[in-house]
């Protein structure tokens, strides 16, 4: 099955608004063997998306939309679709009272105009969405299967998952069936990587493998094309384990999971607490720490001390280090750790301090320059990294590292 995305919003188009849509759609069709040839972005206006939609019906089986769908004027997309198909739009009784109910159960005042919602392109089928006053529709004509869903993030992927997984399914033949597996590594760049796996990038067919680089890591997706769902599965396991002879030491985890899931994984299995202490980040450690569930068996608390009071009366940091050394340093970074293990009563205590940026950096403080300490039972260490790229950039690098560093740790 061959597919496209069609992505509609004029706020797309202007930047207004980051597209993740497309993004988390093509996620999942791979997840069930979907080839994706092409994601387009068009405007609301309804002669480009018919235009688009035509483009796409005859290179695609499965066309993929989102956007346009709500109550107003600007919200075209049922009417380009019905025009592309050459059909009429008819009125869904069913969702009328659907729309009704919405706003009745929420005690809202209903306007006229949200009536618009209940009409689809003739012979399409509604997606309820319960979550939200704009239905999807499914629609099937000459063997192309159109799927049209609303455009907030929330509602699109519930009504995804709930009904339109289902349907692909059971409509996708066995001799379809592409499976894909993603491998996550740390500790080593994509080149480096590229070098380790050389040959055996080099010797691919199927499965094949793809390196990634991302912000602060690197994964190797690995994709396999089989007559059926456990036959891929089985060739990419195979494959994987001929990754982990060459590579098993950088390897954190798969899929989905974030090195804050493999640290939570590990502190949990060894038993072990953990305390945190931070300063450029400004808590983003901690967050990227609490995110995963069941923190708080392993995470007993955080400081952001930000300020060099902050760090003398919450920390312990000495005024003396302070005052010699400077709050972006080696020794500062120590006592933040060493401080907030011993308040806090953990096994461990993990700090960071450094210069965010774009201002603050000196000849012998750059911006991006960063200490990271961990304070066990056997004592504290620190360690200096210099990172590149803006605040939001520099911030995640440091807490990517850190967490990099306590997986290693631990």
Known sequence: MKAEIIVIGTELLLGQIVDTNSQWIAQQLAHIGVDLY???????????????LQRSLKRANLVIMTGGLGPTQDDLTREAIADA???????????????????????????????????????????SNRHGTAPGFLVKQEGKIIVALP????????????????????????????????????????????????????E???????????????????????????????????????????????????GEEGLEE??????????????????????????????VSGSSTYFERGVISYSNQAKRELLGVAEKTLKEYGAVSSQTAKEMALG???????DLGLA?????????????????LVYIAMADRKGVSSYKYQFKGGRERVKFLTTQQALQLLLEKI
């Open 151 to 202: 455009g907030v993030p929330y509602e699109m992927k519930r009504m995804f998952k709930e009904e339109v997984i289902p349907y692909l399914q059971a409509n996708i033949s066995d001799d379809e069936i592409i499976k894909s597996k993603v491998m996550k590594l740390y500790g080593i760049g994509e080149s480096n990587l590229e070098e380790e796996i050389y040959d055996i990038l080099e």
């Open 262 to 291: 493999a640290v939570a994984k590990s502190l949990i299995e060894q038993g072990l607490t953990l305390a945190t202490a931070e300063s450029c980040t400004g808590g983003l450690l901690g967050t990227r720490l609490t995110d």
């Open 352 to 368: 960071v301090t450094g210069i965010a940026g774009p201002t603050g950096g000196r000849p012998n403080k750059p911006v991006g």
């Open 340 to 346: 907030i293990k011993k308040r806090a009563g953990t």
């Open 85 to 127: 198909l050459d059909v009429k739009l008819v009125k869904d009784e069913g969702l009328v009272i659907e729309i009704e109910d919405f706003f009745a159960d929420r005690g809202y005042q209903m306007t006229e105009n949200n009536f618009k919602q209940a009409y689809l392109p003739a012979g399409a089928e509604a997606i």
């Open 204 to 254: 691919q067919t199927n499965p094949t493998i793809a390196p990634l680089a991302s912000q602060g890591e690197v994964k190797l997706r690995v994709t396999a094309k089989a007559d059926s769902v456990v036959e891929a599965e089985k060739m990419i396991a195979t494959k994987l384990a001929e990754l982990e002879e060459r590579i098993g030491d950088y390897v954190y985890g798969y």
């Open 38 to 52: 092409y994601k387009q972005t068009v405007g609301d206006n309804k002669d480009r998306v018919v235009d688009i």
